[in-house]
């Protein structure tokens, strides 16, 4: 039985961190986990060995052309060469895979091939945000974002900077194979299996590092406490600060509310309950603070977009087909 294939397209010179992500998180044998794992192919313009920015030499084994028999392509990023002129032969791959319903991702400034190729007209879509006026000022029609760390707009993904390529291999993953697996593998990398917050935090002065260093222990505490009611003002009291200065300082660094954190939280919590326990809806509900399994199928639907119910139906028969590692 094959896997799901990815086929990274890469050109010469590409950011080596960038190309490592998809290779260390599609290309090492996880079967272990999930049998069988993801098949990885390296497309570039003609097979051969190709030199990165570091001057590591890639060996890619397929062409542009492999790019229309895989499942998703990711689009490494681009030297600046790359980003003024896509080659053309990449741009035509990646109008053909948009027309046969591939699900396309760009990492950082691979964004570039892709507005190239007019995939991201009036679409919402988001690159490194070093890049983000060059970016606008060319691709007008883009809906560009440069906040997030990645924008899934369904058939195509695309990311910020080197380091959300992890967030977002670690994200298809979870899409793939569900919450559980995608933890798993963020544990082996000793990574978090989800980054809090966009760009933002990035972008900053030196201080807001500190003040994430304040936030930590909240956040933490929070974490321990899902399954019961927490308030913004509670959570400003923890922080020992007020009410107001908690909120600005919680948005400036994360990038979203206290609330919108929490109920982040709480999905994700729901979501490894569900894959991993034969846990009773409302006995969820009640372990990740949503008191009820009224609000749990509530607020899951409108972040997950499908019911708690089909969410485990899926990825626990996913799970029962995996091997059961001897390790």
Known sequence: MSGH??????????????LAIPCEVFGTDRSDIVDPWYELRLCAAEPGPLP?????????????EDLLDVDTVIVAGLARYAQLAPPPDLIAVLR??????????????????????????GRRATTHWMNANDFAHRFPRVRLDPAPLYI???????????????DVCLHLVRVDHGAAVANEIARRM???????????QYTK?????????????????????????????????????SERTFARRFRDTLGITPLQWLLQQRIRLAQELLETTDKPIEEIARSTGFGNGVN???????????????????FRFRAARQPVSSA
């Open 5 to 18: 294939v990815i086929g990274l397209a890469v050109t010469a010179r590409s950011p080596v961190f960038e």
């Open 52 to 64: 990165s920015s570091a001057g590591v030499s890639l060996h890619a084994s397929y062409e542009y």
């Open 96 to 121: 053909e895979a948009a027309r046969r319903g591939k699900r396309i991702v760009s990492l950082c400034t691979g964004a570039y091939a892709l507005a190239a190729a007019g995939l991201l007209d």
């Open 152 to 166: 899934d707009d369904g058939d195509i993904i695309t990311t910020a900077g080197s380091g959300a390529a992890i």
């Open 190 to 200: 000793v990574v978090p299996p989800h980054r809090e917050g966009g760009q933002a």
């Open 205 to 241: 002065p030196v201080v807001s590092a500190e003040k994430s260093d304040d936030l930590a222990p909240v956040l933490r505490w929070a974490r321990e406490r899902l399954h019961q009611p927490i308030t913004v003002p509670e959570l400003a009291r923890v922080a020992h600060l």
């Open 296 to 314: 749990l199928r509530y607020h899951f639907g409108r972040v997950a977009g499908v019911s708690p119910q089909s969410y485990r139906h899926v």
